[in-house]
């Protein structure tokens, strides 16, 4: 059972350039996210997903799209990539249960650095 | 301005010895807590939780309590090398509660053999 899996584990962009950020579940999990953690802070919930066609909002979604086109799949997109953007970024999921206790799954995180 | 504060960005325990992480908030809105753990290149995992209604919370050696005002802690009861980690505090409104989670910006534990 893999759970959560992002790719890549870690890049390099220079600056204006884009990418994606994939992250993918196998738990059939209706809820996922994105959350970046910067040095010495919390993590910061970007965007997130309550089902397969529904995204919205998290507390820092300026720069970030996602989309969320089947339930397993949830990738983010860096349009223009800026130094603020070097963070580590950690996709999760839950299930229904599991939502209202809080509990996430997290995938292992992928490392940015936009230089 | 963080609604959720660990003041403690480090702790260095021996192991054996009852290792205690704290975590503040301001927002009276929470209502809702739990604890994950992070190991080095692995993402956070979830440890523990407590609603705002109880005032302690135990799964085998860890505890949360939740006994002072916009305060609540972990207590690792005896700490082990590999409990070893950062800690993150997290709060939550309460309904949907994996939806509206604030994290804290962590505790580094380290356990000393």
């Known amino acids: 059972n893999a759970g959560v899996t992002q790719t890549p584990k870690f890049r390099i962009l220079k600056i204006g350039q884009s990418m994606t950020l994939q992250c993918t579940q196998d738990?059939?999990?209706?809820?996922m996210y994105w959350y970046r953690q910067d040095p010495g802070m919390g993590l910061k919930l970007i965007y997130y997903?309550?089902?397969?066609?529904?995204?919205d909002k998290g507390e820092v979604p300026n720069g970030y799209n996602v989309s969320r086109s089947t339930t397993e799949d949830f990738p983010l997109r860096l349009e223009l990539a800026a130094p603020s953007q070097t963070s580590v970024y950690f996709c999760?999921?839950?299930?229904?249960?599991?939502?209202?206790?809080?509990?996430?799954?997290f995938g292992e995180g992928s490392r940015l650095t936009v230089l | 301005d963080q609604q959720v504060k660990q003041n403690s960005p480090s702790l260095s325990v021996q192991e054996g010895r009852i290792s205690i992480l704290n975590c503040d908030y301001t927002?009276?809105?929470?209502?809702?807590f739990l604890w994950y753990k992070k190991y080095p290149a692995e993402g956070p995992t979830f440890l523990i939780s407590?609603?705002?209604?109880k005032d302690k919370n135990e799964d085998g050696r860890f505890t949360v309590l939740n006994k002072s005002a916009k305060h609540l802690s972990l207590h690792i009861v005896p700490s082990q090398p590999g409990d070893s980690a950062v800690y993150f505090c997290?709060?939550?409104?309460?309904?949907?509660?994996?939806?509206?989670?604030?994290f804290g910006g962590g505790t580094r534990l380290m356990v000393k053999p």
């Open positions: 999760a999921s839950s299930s229904r249960r599991r939502l209202n206790t809080g509990e996430l799954f």
């Open positions: 738990m059939n999990h209706n809820y």
């Open positions: 997903s309550v089902g397969a066609g529904i995204t």
């Open positions: 927002n009276s809105m929470f209502d809702y």
């Open positions: 407590i609603s705002s209604i």
């Open positions: 997290a709060a939550s409104p309460g309904a949907n509660a994996g939806n509206m989670l604030t």
